[in-house]
């Protein structure tokens, strides 16, 4: 045997059957990237990990150390199975693919998602309902009491998430990550941004649950003495390699067989990190020192690996996940009700109030009136279009990240769904309000009732309205890219009104724009609820222009339906249905880019 080979034959056949999880022959790359109408690519295949294999044991509790760059988190999220880049090689949990085995390995990224509106027991029954059941169920009522005890958040029970300190939510995700009770737990740079007490706090439990029999990985960046020395192994990487994977004493005399000593009160894992920065003799190696570590292992007697259950997740049903999802939205909105209110008033009362002093004593009786009513009318509508879709264009933006951590708990129509249906309120409460104040100066036959129907007409509009929104959201997840596409997206759709140009002069190439329009549809409608109801225009005498005598003649000329409730109702679904499914189409995009780390 080498010399630098410490374990005997027998250690080896001693710990091999507290193999948790082997790592055969692990690469990944990411792709080349070459557009379609280019010969040479504008990125290259890139090599992020190199051909690492090894085995992690029950109760190791391991920090993972090296330079920036050296492939650390994307080993981790490997390890998690959450990886979407292209791989080869395998990550086996007992005989099963790693993939295979949902809530076996959890991971805690190094920056937290949390909906910072909710308390912390509200945060933590969302997940163990969505996650492992009913908190009805004793069995998980007592787990969830358990966690909250152990990671000292009793204290913070009713706290809003966004007024915890740093420690203080790296606690509450690791709660929330122990709620399926994973028998791997990988944490990536879980002191970042912690001072000393709080990141001693967090190695300090991690510990203690790799004591209980979890396998504990953490990358940790330059960790200090006090912070290393409480790890009991530790896996060193660099330039996409493994370079060692042992006990810390078994590191430092691997250095020192290859005639690098650590002086004397230095910290280890930085001597460690120095040593591999830049130098690729020490690397080599170190890789042949591993790669005869190995030897060993490959060759030494094998027992079966346990067998290990790999969830203790459940599936809740769809409208299970929609009914949740929908639960925990309320209680943010809630929390933000007074800048909700704060909105509608600014953004509804006081324009409903500025239409009212414009069009105070505006009729459509007279020819002069009519041109008032065709602008009050757009403007009520595109108010309510305009507030709604624009209010629903940043929901995905702040949610994305907390959306792809959370993939796998609910499914993306389940989400998008609940998304969509928190919004009703809003497209309920908006056109009443705008409404019920505007209409008060202008004349309209049998006011309250026209005023009903333009309430109900307006709802209905603001549904598609919400629906483009959020369509165009999850299309264009970006604030910049969106600032661009909405402008010309908007210009088409609201120029088919008819506010603008008569629709009956359009050419017909452009009358498919006009039934994708949610613009064109509340026009429609509340075009026809007021000047259905106009059987008579004046017409003065020395009128020289054409007068038009009726409402159905403005009707007419506007170039709307004669049977607009059954074109704006179907219109009003369809274009709901539309921008739904291309916004379920985005989202799933954003699925299927994994795990946000």
């Known amino acids: 045997m080498a010399v630098h080979d410490w374990r005997t034959w027998r250690d080896y056949d001693k710990i091999d059957n507290d193999v948790v999880i082997r790592i055969k022959n692990l690469k990944v790359w990411t792709p080349e990237e070459k557009p379609w109408w280019r010969r040479k690519p504008t990125k290259c295949k890139t090599l992020i990990l190199n051909n690492i294999s090894g085995c992690l044991r029950r109760n190791e509790f391991t920090a993972i150390i090296g330079p920036s760059g050296a492939g650390k988190t994307t080993f981790l999220v490997s390890l998690a199975g959450k990886c979407t880049l292209p791989s080869e090689g395998s990550v086996t949990l007992g005989s099963r693919n790693v993939r295979e085995c949902a809530g076996a390995v959890e991971i805690v990224p190094q920056h937290e998602a949390f909906m910072n509106g909710l308390s912390v027991i509200e945060h933590l029954v969302f997940m163990t309902e969505i996650k492992i059941g009913s908190c009805r169920d004793l069995r998980n009522r007592t787990m969830l009491d358990s966690l909250m005890e152990e990671f000292q958040l009793r204290a913070h029970r009713d706290t809003p998430i966004g007024a915890l300190s740093g420690g203080e939510k790296r606690l509450l ?9 994973p028998q ?22 991690l510990k203690k649950l790799s004591a209980a029999g979890r396998v504990v990985i953490c990358s940790v960046h330059q960790p200090s003495c006090d912070l290393f020395k409480e790890f009991t192994s530790v896996l060193l990487m660099a330039e996409g390699r493994l370079l060692f994977h042992g006990a810390k004493d078994e590191c430092m005399d691997a250095f020192e067989s290859i005639d690098l000593h650590c002086p004397i009160n230095y910290n280890p894992a930085e001597f460690y990190i120095r040593a591999v920065s830049n130098s690729n003799t020490n690397i080599q190696k170190l890789v042949e020192i591993s790669e005869n570590r190995l030897q060993i292992d490959r060759t030494s007697p094998i027992r079966p690996d346990p067998v290990y259950s790999c969830s203790k997740t459940v599936q809740r049903n769809w409208f299970k996940q929609v009914y949740l999802l929908l639960w925990r939205q309320s209680l943010s909105l809630k929390r933000n009700a007074r800048n909700h209110l704060i909105q509608l008033f600014v953004s509804v009362i006081i324009t409903s109030l500025v239409l009212t002093v414009s069009y105070v004593g505006a009729s459509g009786t007279t020819q002069s009136g009519v041109q008032d009513i065709r602008g009050f009318l757009w403007l009520i509508t595109s108010e ?35 998304r969509f249906m928190s919004f009703i309120p809003r497209c309920i409460l908006w056109p009443i309000a705008l409404v019920s104040v505007s209409t008060l100066a202008v004349e309209l036959p049998n006011h309250v009732v026209t005023a009903v129907k333009f309430c109900a007409t307006l709802i209905l509009g603001a549904i598609p309205s919400v629906a483009y ?40 190439w452009m009358y498919p724009v006009k039934y994708i329009s949610h613009f064109f549809y509340a026009m429609d409608a509340v075009s026809n609820i007021y000047w259905r109801q106009i059987e008579h225009i004046d017409c003065p005498l020395n009128e020289t222009s054409t007068c038009v005598k009726d409402g159905a003649a403005v009707l007419m000329e506007n170039g709307y339906a004669g049977d607009y409730i059954l074109q704006d109702s179907l219109g009003f679904l369809l274009i709901t249905v539309f921008w739904c499914v291309l916004g379920y189409i985005g989202l799933k995009r954003e699925e299927k880019k994994g795990y946000a780390y």
């Open 184 to 205: 791997i737990l990988i944490c990536d740079e879980p002191t970042t941004g912690l001072d000393s007490y709080n990141a001693l706090l967090v190695i300090g439990v």
């Open 469 to 508: 929104g959020l369509g165009m959201a999850a299309l264009f997840t970006s604030t910049g890219i969106m600032g661009d596409v909405m402008p010309c997206i908007d210009l088409p759709l609201f120029l088919m009104s008819g506010a603008f140009l008569r629709i009956s002069s359009l050419p017909t």
């Open 173 to 181: 995700s690791l709660a929330t990550t122990l709620l399926s009770d």
């Open 384 to 418: 309510v279009a305009f507030g709604v879709s624009y209010s629903a264009l940043y929901a995905f933006e702040y949610e994305i990240t907390l959306f792809k951590r959370e993939v796998g708990m609910y499914t993306c129509s389940a989400y998008f769904v609940s």
